[in-house]
C-alpha cells in the first residue's frame, strides 16, 4: 500500500510539473503572438510590385491606389537578360502625355535611363532601369484620382510594357 501511494503522488508530482511547463509554453506563444500584432501596417502605404520579363511584358496591367497615399513600387526584372539587351524601367506618366512621343524621346535619353532630361513635367515617378535578377524601388505620393499610363521607356518596350496606374 505504501508502494501504491508514493507511485500516485510521483505521478501526480510529474504531472503537475508538466502541466505548469504547457502553461508557460502557451504563455510564451501569447506573447509572440502579441509582439507580432503590435507590429503596425501603416494602412496609407500601397505596396506595389510588378516584374518585367524577358518577352518584354509586365506581369500586371494595371495598378490601383488611392489618391494621395504613400506608394512603393517594387519592379523585378525575372528576366536573365543583361540590363544593356533587355533591361526595364516603370515610367508613370502624367495625363494628357502621348506615349509614343514620350516613348520615342526617352529612346534617345541613354545616359539618363532613358528618362528625357526634358521631361520632368511629364512624369509623375519612375524607378531606374535594371537587368535581369535584379530589384528596384520607389517611394512617391500618390496624384489626384484618374487613370495614368505606365510604360518601360527601354528603347522600344513602351508598345508593349504598358499599362495603367488608377488613382481612386
Known sequence: MKYLLTAVLSAT??????????????????????????????????????AGNDQMKFDKKELKVKAGQKVKLTLRHTGKMDVNVMGHNVVILKQGVDVSAFGNKAATARDNGYIPADAEDDIIAHTKVIGGGQTTSIEFDAPAPGTYDFICSFPGHYALMKGKFIVE
Open 13 to 50: 508530482l510529474l504531472f503537475s510539473c508538466g502541466g505548469d511547463k504547457k502553461k508557460e509554453e502557451t504563455k510564451e506563444k501569447i506573447k509572440l503572438g502579441t509582439k507580432k500584432e503590435e507590429t503596425k501596417v501603416d494602412s496609407n502605404v500601397a505596396n506595389l510590385v510588378i
